[in-house]
């Protein structure tokens, strides 16, 4: 079946260190999204994608990067800069720039720092 | 900037029906979009309105009205199942990736 797949769903990590959240998808979207949860606080967004090597800064991207080398992956990594962390992150895609009120969800990934 | 105004929460009962309002201020609008999440869930698309007026699609209705910058989603025939957090969204002003109202969580009891 056709989807967004994120990994790990749940990931801890120690005060200093980067770690990277996978995101792949197989529906054949051009466009692809990163969105950062916390309780309350609705969907933030953090980066996205709307073709192959080519990424934007959304609204809290300070203390993370991205890539976009194939279609199918857009991982996120969350360096030490980020001071914050601990939230849930979301990874979405939609079929192009053009249908972006449309996206559709991964199940998310957990991440909290210990 | 684009900015979402959407009430934190609701409650009703089962059966019944329930509105959850959404204004906005955009530089530059291309339509309202509406998206459900269940506790520790995946959010998942509802419905979008481009034009003013109102979306039906079955159970859920989303009405639009772009003079007033509001819109709205109406959910009849409340379930149990209909308790989730119901986020609205408009994209960015460069029309490349959507922002999201805080949501709100709307609790169903029998």
């Known amino acids: 079946d056709g989807g967004i797949t994120q990994s790990p769903k749940y990931l801890f990590r120690k005060e200093g260190q980067n770690v990277t959240l996978s995101c792949e998808q197989n529906?054949?979207?051009?466009?692809m999204y990163w969105y950062r949860q916390d309780p309350g606080q609705g969907l933030r967004l953090i980066y996205y994608?709307?073709?192959?090597?080519?990424?934007q800064k959304g609204d809290i991207a300070e203390g993370y990067s991205v890539s976009r080398e194939k279609k199918e992956s857009f991982p996120l990594t969350v360096t030490s800069a980020q001071k914050n962390p601990t939230a849930f992150y979301l990874c979405?895609?939609?079929?192009?720039?053009?249908?972006?009120?449309?996206?559709?969800f991964g199940e998310g990934s957990w991440l909290t720092v210990v | 900037g684009q900015s979402l105004e959407q009430p934190s929460e609701v409650t009703a009962v089962e059966g019944a029906i329930v509105q959850i309002n959404c204004t906005y201020q955009?530089?530059?609008?291309?339509?309202l979009s509406w998206y459900q999440q269940h506790d520790g869930g995946a959010p998942t698309f509802l419905s979008y309105n481009a034009l003013d007026g109102l979306e039906e699609t079955g159970r859920f209705s989303s009405f639009l009205s772009r003079s007033d910058s509001y819109g709205y989603l109406l959910l009849q025939e409340l379930q149990m199942k209909d308790s989730a957090s119901y986020f609205c969204a408009v994209l960015n002003q460069a029309g490349t990736a959507l922002i999201f109202g805080k949501g709100t969580t709307l609790s169903v009891s029998s």
């Open positions: 529906l054949n979207h051009d466009a």
């Open positions: 955009t530089s530059g609008f291309y339509g």
């Open positions: 994608s709307q073709i192959v090597n080519d990424f």
């Open positions: 979405a895609s939609s079929t192009s720039k053009y249908s972006g009120n449309t996206i559709y």
